[in-house]
Protein backbone atom coordinates (compact mmCIF):
# COMPACT_ATOMS: atom_id res chain seq x y z
CA UNK A 1 0.00 0.00 0.00
CA UNK A 2 1.49 3.27 -1.09
CA UNK A 3 1.84 6.50 1.53
CA UNK A 4 -0.62 8.20 -1.16
CA UNK A 5 -3.03 5.49 -0.45
CA UNK A 6 -2.79 5.64 3.21
CA UNK A 7 -2.95 9.34 3.01
CA UNK A 8 -6.26 9.27 1.12
CA UNK A 9 -8.26 6.95 3.31
CA UNK A 10 -6.79 9.09 6.75
CA UNK A 11 -8.63 12.03 5.11
CA UNK A 12 -11.66 10.30 4.01
CA UNK A 13 -11.81 9.19 7.74
CA UNK A 14 -11.31 12.34 9.61
CA UNK A 15 -13.66 14.04 7.36
CA UNK A 16 -16.31 10.98 7.89
CA UNK A 17 -16.16 10.90 11.60
CA UNK A 18 -16.25 15.20 11.79
CA UNK A 19 -19.91 14.82 9.69
CA UNK A 20 -20.92 12.00 11.76
CA UNK A 21 -23.61 13.66 14.25
CA UNK A 22 -23.74 13.65 18.04
CA UNK A 23 -26.58 12.12 19.71
CA UNK A 24 -28.26 13.14 23.02
CA UNK A 25 -27.09 10.15 24.57
CA UNK A 26 -23.40 10.81 24.40
CA UNK A 27 -24.92 14.00 25.35
CA UNK A 28 -25.82 13.10 28.37
CA UNK A 29 -22.81 10.80 29.20
CA UNK A 30 -20.64 13.89 29.79
CA UNK A 31 -23.68 16.25 31.01
CA UNK A 32 -21.77 18.06 34.22
CA UNK A 33 -23.17 17.12 37.14
CA UNK A 34 -24.21 20.76 38.25
CA UNK A 35 -26.93 20.64 35.63
CA UNK A 36 -28.81 17.53 37.22
CA UNK A 37 -27.26 16.80 40.82
CA UNK A 38 -29.55 14.55 41.85
CA UNK A 39 -28.63 12.29 38.65
CA UNK A 40 -25.32 11.16 38.79
CA UNK A 41 -23.27 9.75 35.89
CA UNK A 42 -23.82 6.61 36.85
CA UNK A 43 -27.61 7.01 37.16
CA UNK A 44 -27.29 8.59 33.61
CA UNK A 45 -25.51 5.69 32.24
CA UNK A 46 -27.94 3.47 33.69
CA UNK A 47 -31.18 5.27 32.41
CA UNK A 48 -29.49 4.78 28.92
CA UNK A 49 -28.64 1.36 28.75
CA UNK A 50 -32.01 0.57 30.29
CA UNK A 51 -33.75 2.21 27.74
CA UNK A 52 -31.53 1.20 24.91
CA UNK A 53 -32.98 -2.30 26.62
CA UNK A 54 -36.24 -1.78 25.55
CA UNK A 55 -36.74 -1.35 29.67
CA UNK A 56 -38.40 1.03 31.64
CA UNK A 57 -35.32 3.37 32.50
CA UNK A 58 -35.78 4.71 36.26
CA UNK A 59 -33.04 5.00 38.86
CA UNK A 60 -32.99 5.65 42.36
CA UNK A 61 -30.94 9.27 42.48
CA UNK A 62 -28.71 10.36 44.72
CA UNK A 63 -31.58 12.29 47.25
CA UNK A 64 -33.20 8.49 47.23
CA UNK A 65 -36.09 9.32 45.00
CA UNK A 66 -36.56 8.21 41.62
CA UNK A 67 -35.88 9.49 38.44
CA UNK A 68 -36.24 8.40 35.04
CA UNK A 69 -35.39 8.82 31.21
CA UNK A 70 -38.81 8.92 29.76
CA UNK A 71 -37.89 9.38 26.22
CA UNK A 72 -34.76 9.16 24.63
CA UNK A 73 -33.88 9.41 20.60
CA UNK A 74 -31.06 10.33 18.50
CA UNK A 75 -31.49 14.55 19.14
CA UNK A 76 -33.98 14.37 22.25
CA UNK A 77 -33.86 12.72 25.72
CA UNK A 78 -36.83 13.98 28.54
CA UNK A 79 -36.05 13.24 31.64
CA UNK A 80 -38.37 13.52 35.25
CA UNK A 81 -35.57 14.35 37.70
CA UNK A 82 -38.07 14.16 40.49
CA UNK A 83 -41.81 14.64 41.24
CA UNK A 84 -41.66 18.13 40.99
CA UNK A 85 -38.90 18.46 38.40
CA UNK A 86 -38.49 17.79 34.94
CA UNK A 87 -35.69 18.17 32.10
CA UNK A 88 -35.86 18.03 28.33
CA UNK A 89 -32.32 18.62 26.10
CA UNK A 90 -32.61 18.85 22.36
CA UNK A 91 -29.98 18.91 19.91
CA UNK A 92 -30.17 21.43 16.88
CA UNK A 93 -28.33 22.22 14.00
CA UNK A 94 -26.95 25.70 13.28
CA UNK A 95 -25.22 26.53 10.01
CA UNK A 96 -22.00 28.33 12.08
CA UNK A 97 -19.84 26.18 13.85
CA UNK A 98 -20.01 26.89 17.83
CA UNK A 99 -17.05 25.19 19.40
CA UNK A 100 -16.33 23.36 15.98
CA UNK A 101 -19.35 21.81 15.78
CA UNK A 102 -22.46 22.00 14.00
CA UNK A 103 -25.34 21.52 16.74
CA UNK A 104 -25.96 23.02 19.55
CA UNK A 105 -28.27 21.86 22.77
CA UNK A 106 -31.34 23.39 24.12
CA UNK A 107 -32.44 22.33 27.77
CA UNK A 108 -35.68 23.27 29.21
CA UNK A 109 -35.68 23.01 33.02
CA UNK A 110 -39.45 22.62 34.23
CA UNK A 111 -39.81 22.87 38.40
CA UNK A 112 -42.64 23.00 40.56
CA UNK A 113 -45.83 20.77 41.40
CA UNK A 114 -49.04 22.71 40.81
CA UNK A 115 -47.24 25.84 40.26
CA UNK A 116 -44.66 25.21 37.61
CA UNK A 117 -41.89 27.33 36.01
CA UNK A 118 -39.38 26.88 33.48
CA UNK A 119 -35.64 28.09 32.74
CA UNK A 120 -34.73 27.27 28.80
CA UNK A 121 -30.68 27.55 28.38
CA UNK A 122 -28.49 26.72 25.13
CA UNK A 123 -24.82 25.08 25.00
CA UNK A 124 -22.13 23.94 22.70
CA UNK A 125 -21.72 20.30 23.03
CA UNK A 126 -18.68 21.10 25.11
CA UNK A 127 -21.21 22.40 27.70
CA UNK A 128 -20.12 26.10 27.48
CA UNK A 129 -23.26 28.46 28.10
CA UNK A 130 -24.46 30.43 25.10
CA UNK A 131 -26.57 33.64 25.45
CA UNK A 132 -30.25 32.69 24.69
CA UNK A 133 -30.81 35.84 23.12
CA UNK A 134 -28.68 34.63 20.16
CA UNK A 135 -31.41 31.78 19.57
CA UNK A 136 -34.52 33.48 20.76
CA UNK A 137 -36.25 35.62 18.26
CA UNK A 138 -38.26 37.34 21.03
CA UNK A 139 -35.86 36.42 23.99
CA UNK A 140 -38.28 38.79 26.30
CA UNK A 141 -40.83 35.44 25.93
CA UNK A 142 -38.34 33.71 28.54
CA UNK A 143 -37.11 36.97 30.54
CA UNK A 144 -40.07 38.44 31.84
CA UNK A 145 -40.72 39.17 35.00
CA UNK A 146 -43.78 36.84 35.06
CA UNK A 147 -42.92 33.26 35.27
CA UNK A 148 -43.22 30.92 32.29
CA UNK A 149 -43.70 27.30 31.63
CA UNK A 150 -41.33 26.08 28.16
CA UNK A 151 -41.53 22.70 26.33
CA UNK A 152 -39.14 21.46 23.73
CA UNK A 153 -40.76 19.03 21.07
CA UNK A 154 -38.64 17.27 18.60
CA UNK A 155 -39.43 16.74 15.12
CA UNK A 156 -39.43 19.61 14.38
CA UNK A 157 -37.97 21.52 16.74
CA UNK A 158 -40.51 23.64 18.74
CA UNK A 159 -39.98 25.56 22.17
CA UNK A 160 -43.63 25.72 23.20
CA UNK A 161 -43.93 28.72 25.51
CA UNK A 162 -46.61 29.87 28.44
CA UNK A 163 -47.28 32.55 30.71
CA UNK A 164 -46.77 30.34 34.23
CA UNK A 165 -50.17 32.12 35.35
CA UNK A 166 -50.38 32.13 39.10
CA UNK A 167 -49.24 35.80 38.88
CA UNK A 168 -52.98 35.61 37.45
CA UNK A 169 -54.34 33.70 39.96
CA UNK A 170 -57.69 34.64 41.84
CA UNK A 171 -57.15 36.59 45.04
CA UNK A 172 -60.58 35.64 45.79
CA UNK A 173 -63.40 32.94 44.86
CA UNK A 174 -65.38 34.74 42.25
CA UNK A 175 -62.33 36.80 40.64
CA UNK A 176 -62.13 35.84 37.19
CA UNK A 177 -58.77 33.81 36.11
CA UNK A 178 -56.91 35.34 33.03
CA UNK A 179 -56.39 32.90 30.32
CA UNK A 180 -53.13 32.50 29.09
CA UNK A 181 -52.43 31.08 25.65
CA UNK A 182 -48.51 29.25 24.69
CA UNK A 183 -46.45 30.47 21.78
CA UNK A 184 -44.80 27.69 19.64
CA UNK A 185 -41.92 29.19 18.17
CA UNK A 186 -39.93 27.04 15.61
CA UNK A 187 -36.16 26.41 15.12
CA UNK A 188 -35.84 27.92 11.61
CA UNK A 189 -32.12 29.30 10.52
CA UNK A 190 -30.33 28.89 13.41
CA UNK A 191 -33.21 30.71 15.81
CA UNK A 192 -36.34 30.00 17.41
CA UNK A 193 -39.23 32.27 15.82
Do not use: H
Amino acid sequence: MSMRTILIALTLFVSYTSMAQTKVRDILQTMPDSLAPTLTQNNRLDCIDFKEAGMKAEVRNALGGKSELLTLTSDFADIKLSEGCRMQLCLLDVSQPVDSCQQILCVVSTYGYDIKESTVQFYSLRWRPLPLSRYVLQPSLLQSASPVIATLSPQPATLTVQPSGYLERPAIENQKVIETFPTNLKWENDTFK
